[in-house]
């Protein structure tokens, strides 16, 4: 498949150019002209494109890529040893952050509540990004970490002062870093809020509001997105795609 055709496809089918985010979305950094063979992952780092050359990928296609707003711009360091990597084995990078949480189809929030069994009914925040719906069934804030331990690999941190027994049916959720959405989630009138990651004050504001925060891991919350990506364009095109998880802590 020609680069500039994959690029196109991409671009359309996540509305990237409609999307306000602090990093460009797209190619990233360009490669060879033909891609047959690509590398997924969550993020960019030396470790996935160490990966990407051992498989002899032509491209690599994250969620967190490269250029990010207010970073040191200077290509010197690990930075340097990054792009060396891409440059010297002609591989493309692709990376997708903020549309890439937001599809309805492919996106880390959609493909969380197709794991989960989450019934969508609406969504919120700027952009839409945040998520919103119910649950297949009540469930205790136990039973509903469980349940994301087994899904996710990791176990979530769940904080609440309130009954921990009284059943949980609607749910917000958005995945990453989206701790800054727990306020507009409690004002949506739901029992639990799951981001990837927590901030200090997110705790007061779930002991005093009686909503439950969860915070079950930025990687392993945004897994899902790029992986069924990979796994679209395999199907729809051909190519080979493999999606390769650098396990992370956080």
């Keep these: 498949m020609r680069r500039e055709e994959l690029t196109r496809y991409l671009d359309e089918l996540l509305e990237s150019r409609s ?6 979305n797209g190619l990233q ?35 967190h890529g490269w250029f990010w707003r207010g970073e040191d ?3 010197a360091g690990f ?4 792009l060396k990597s891409l440059l010297a084995h002609d591989i493309n990078l692709y990376g997708y952050h903020l549309p890439l949480d937001g599809h309805a189809e492919f996106g880390n929030n959609a493909q969380l509540a197709q794991r989960m069994e989450w019934i969508v009914d609406g969504r919120f925040g700027d952009q839409d990004i945040g998520w919103m719906g119910r649950m297949d069934k009540p469930m205790t804030r136990a039973g509903l970490a469980r349940k994301l331990a087994a899904e996710l690999g990791r176990e979530p941190l769940v904080i609440g002062d309130d009954d921990p027994d009284r059943p949980l049916v609607r749910i917000a ?10 306020e507009k ?28 925060y969860i915070a079950a891991g930025h990687h392993a919350t945004e897994r899902f997105g790029v992986r069924a990506l990979a796994e679209h364009l395999a199907e729809r095109f051909g190519l080979y795609c493999e999606f390769v998880d650098i396990d992370s802590p956080v």
Excluded at 19 to 24: A, E, F, I, N
């Design 19 to 24: 999307v306000k985010d602090y990093c460009p």
């Design 29 to 63: 950094v360009e490669g060879c002209a033909e891609i047959k063979r690509i590398v997924a992952g969550v993020t960019a780092s030396q470790a996935l494109l160490d990966e990407a050359i051992e498989r002899k990928a032509d491209a690599i296609l994250v969620h």
């Design 73 to 75: 711009g200077r290509i």
């Design 79 to 82: 930075r340097k040893n990054r």
């Design 173 to 182: 959720w958005c995945s990453g870093g989206a701790q800054s959405l727990f």
């Design 185 to 212: 989630a409690v004002d949506q009138g739901v029992d639990v809020y799951l981001s990837g990651e927590v901030s200090e004050q997110n705790v007061h504001l779930a002991r005093e509001s009686g909503v439950t």
